[in-house]
């Protein structure tokens, strides 16, 4: 392949260790790993609201540091799509909805076709993930009112 620097096989993974927004509690690991042309996605989460729904984007800035996780930019978006579902047009950045369990917890795994981990305009490295107060509602533009950003997390290549 000769796009790892030293990666070897594992040039299509990446991992973001998040960690929660000032006054929240949210915490856990997202892994990301490319496989045959889309991107698998493995969140493993605890301290969100239980039972809830919760909005879950790659945004384009990988930068934490703020505390309310604004400093993360906008959705990840390099084809200029409006935001959305998995099903119709959306950002590279949409993400399926977490939904928590009874305790708070998440263990969730799904597919995203569009962004990638290898180099490239659609690369997720460096960016950040968001996880967001309240659902997507997957219409309203360009942030789906998904509410407070209540943890935040930099993705880097593993």
Known sequence: MGMG?????????????????????????????????HVMVHAKLSGLKANAEHGFHLHEKGDCASTDGTSAGGHFN??????????????????PALKA?????V?????????T??????????????VHIAPDDYATQPTGN???R???GVIAAH
């Open 101 to 105: 369990d009874a305790n708070g917890f």
């Open 150 to 152: 209540i943890a935040c």
């Open 146 to 148: 998904s509410g407070a």
């Open 117 to 130: 981990v290898a180099a490239g305009p659609a690369s997720i490295n460096g960016r950040s993930v968001i």
């Open 107 to 115: 263990d969730q795994k799904f597919m995203l076709h569009g962004p």
């Open 5 to 37: 620097m030293g990666t070897g096989s594992m040039a299509g993974m990446a991992m973001a260790s998040l960690t929660p927004t000032q006054g929240n509690n949210v915490r856990g690991m997202v892994m990301f790993h490319e496989k045959d042309g």
């Open 78 to 95: 390099p084809d200029g799509k409006p935001h959305g579902p998995q099903t119709a047009d959306h950002h590279a950045g949409d993400m």
